[in-house]
């Protein structure tokens, strides 16, 4: 059986993601801002971790017992993601670009003021 549609004119993740070059102007030094992880949300597609210049995220397995206020409908995404969830590993290293947050398919990042950070 043949596909509806040839092969080739799928585009893979990978061509989604912009090329990687110098880190963009960002107008944050580190520890002003901080990413935030709805693991409600997040289903670990990594796109966090591809554009982040400053290796802010980790995508990893995370255990259930992890995520206690997941809900029905977040631990259903965590099941059927294989339990992959992006992690904010070097919160310190944001500089409050936003690529995260407009990567992320699911709506599932959020960058917060740092408690003290002159504004």
């Known amino acids: 059986?043949?596909?509806?549609?040839?092969?080739?004119?799928?585009?893979?993740?990978?061509?989604?993601?912009?090329?990687?070059g110098p880190a963009p102007e960002c107008l944050h030094p580190p520890r002003v801002f901080a990413p935030v992880v709805d693991a409600r949300k997040c289903e670990g597609k990594a796109a966090c971790a591809?554009?982040?210049?400053?290796?802010?995220?980790?995508?990893r397995h995370v255990d259930r017992r992890e995520l206690p206020q997941l809900g029905v409908r977040g631990t259903l995404k965590w099941w059927v993601n294989g339990g992959r969830?992006?992690?904010?590993?070097?919160?310190?290293?944001?500089?409050?670009?936003?690529?995260?947050?407009k990567a992320?398919?699911?709506?599932?990042?959020?960058?917060?003021?740092?408690?003290?950070?002159?504004a």
Do not use: K, N, W
């Open 1 to 20: 059986m043949m596909p509806a549609q040839p092969l080739s004119d799928f585009v893979s993740f990978d061509e989604m993601l912009p090329a990687p």
């Open 50 to 59: 591809a554009v982040c210049p400053y290796d802010v995220f980790e995508v």
């Open 85 to 101: 969830q992006a992690a904010v590993v070097r919160a310190d290293q944001c500089h409050g670009c936003g690529l995260c947050v």
């Open 104 to 118: 992320c398919p699911e709506d599932a990042i959020t960058l917060q003021r740092v408690d003290g950070a002159a």
